[in-house]
């Protein structure tokens, strides 16, 4: 499985207590770090028995808390501090005694004394032998977690560390980053309250609060394990219309494809690869937003299948046998709640045929068409042109850099959508 998605800049408290799987959990902060997620790191006294604190200050970068009562650590960042700091808390592993002791609101130790101190969301991924996973009082205290709203990341089944068969093992790292994720993208507006956007940036206001989800960049279909189907997207103009639709108030939701650009630190940034993890960032997050912008060059073809090693050169010619992927866009369209839906043309011949042609078929409201495989504008340049199709009407967009136009089109879309919410109400 791949790493999926990204979400920048959020702080993750990692609580590890004392279970063999707490060496998987180093896996994790890896991971979490890499996904550019601040990570702090809380141990019980037998976590430390397993992996010693040296490792997760390493990985974490940050001095590793490993007491309640500790005049040196709690001059550091006191306990409640720490509970405050924390955007999510992730209990991993949580054994039967640090669930018991969580599901009945105990405060004995520095991971259950944060997790009573704490307001945000806690996670709670438990390993432990089979048979103490299956006894009643343990399901009991599984239940009575998730009645008081942490969400438990379920143990999976294999072979244990004492050599039983059983369900029990803790969630892969990678499964765990990905709940943790997809938490953060049912309630961005939480995230972003972190990294508030400074008045002064403030332009317009024209989209004060107004919720913008906005895809950027290529993707990437992978053919084998080093070669992947790619476009050549910079994701300029996205990004452009990221900081426009910020500037002028709004709410943004980034998802990216591979770009050599840095994402404005107001917006909720999820890193993607591949058209079909695209798709589900998009999905997941549209039917929350007032405007979707799909400025995104996503494969429309991804191979059948991904060889697990390198394709061999040997021999002459080869045949890629290819599918197409979902078409986010027209996805979106079809949505029952759906927001005010924007897509982009890039076309070689015949723009205003093509563009018509996306905007009647895909079900959309607006489609700003440019041309690509040109000297000036389009794909990886600093400039471009747009021509704009609604259904009822169209607008062209002169030359000019992508960051102008980008505030050029963020108004004509607020335009547009208050005409069409105008007219329904009126209609
Ligand atoms: O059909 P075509 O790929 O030319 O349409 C371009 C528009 O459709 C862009 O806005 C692009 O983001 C979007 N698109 C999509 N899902 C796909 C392919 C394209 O949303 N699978």
Redesign the pocket.
């Given at each position: 499985m791949g790493e999926g998605l990204t979400i920048n800049a959020k702080k993750i408290l990692v609580a590890v207590c004392g279970g063999i799987a707490a060496y998987k959990v180093a896996e994790l902060v890896r991971l979490l770090r890499k996904q550019t997620m601040q990570v702090r790191v809380v141990m019980t006294q037998s976590a430390c028995e397993f992996i010693t604190p040296l490792t997760f200050q390493a990985l974490s970068g940050h001095p590793v808390q490993t007491r309640l009562l500790d005049e040196q650590q709690e001059n550091s960042m006191g306990h409640i501090n720490l509970a405050r700091w924390a955007d999510v808390i992730i209990v991993a592993p949580a054994t039967a005694n640090m669930m018991a002791k969580l599901s009945y609101g105990l405060a004995d130790d520095l991971i259950s004394t944060l997790c009573l101190a704490a307001n945000c969301p806690i996670y709670v991924a438990p390993a432990m032998n089979q048979s103490m996973w299956q006894k009643a009082v343990t399901q009991e205290n599984l239940a009575r977690l998730e009645q008081h709203g942490m969400v438990i990341i379920p143990p999976e089944a294999g072979e244990q560390a004492c050599g039983e068969i059983g369900i029990g093992r803790m969630a892969e790292p990678v499964v765990i980053l990905q709940q943790i994720q997809q938490g953060f993208l049912k309630s961005p507006e939480r995230v972003i309250e972190n990294v508030p956007l400074d008045e002064k940036h403030l332009t317009t206001g024209l989209l004060k609060g107004v919720k913008v989800l906005i895809?950027a960049g290529p993707t990437r279909e992978p053919l084998d394990p080093v070669r992947f189907l790619t476009n050549r997207s910079s994701g300029k103009m996205g990004y452009a219309l990221a900081e426009a639709a910020l500037q002028a108030g709004a709410i943004v939701t980034l998802v990216s494809g591979p770009v050599q650009l840095k994402a404005p630190a107001a917006v909720l940034l999820i890193e993607v690869e591949t058209?079909e993890q695209m798709y589900q960032a998009v999905l997941s997050a549209a039917p929350q937003q007032a405007i979707y912008i799909?400025?995104?060059?996503?494969a429309?073809y991804t191979p059948v299948q991904v060889e697990g090693q390198k394709i061999k050169t040997e021999g002459g010619e080869n045949t890629l046998f290819l599918q197409k992927?979902?078409?986010?866009?027209a996805s979106v369209a079809a949505l029952k709640q759906r927001p005010f839906v924007v897509?982009?043309?890039?076309e070689t011949d015949q723009l205003e045929v093509y563009a018509k042609g996306?905007l009647l078929r895909?079900g959309i409201d607006l489609i700003a068409a440019n041309w690509v495989g040109q000297k000036q504008g389009g794909f990886d340049k600093d400039e471009n042109a747009l021509h704009v199709f609604w259904h009822e009407g169209e607008k062209k967009l002169a030359m000019t850099d992508k960051k102008t136009l980008a505030h050029q089109l963020i108004e004509l879309i607020m335009e547009r959508m208050n005409e069409k919410n105008t007219a329904k109400n009126s209609g």
């Open positions: 895809s058209a799909g400025a995104a060059a996503v429309d992927t979902k078409d986010i866009l897509g982009f043309a890039a996306k895909k």
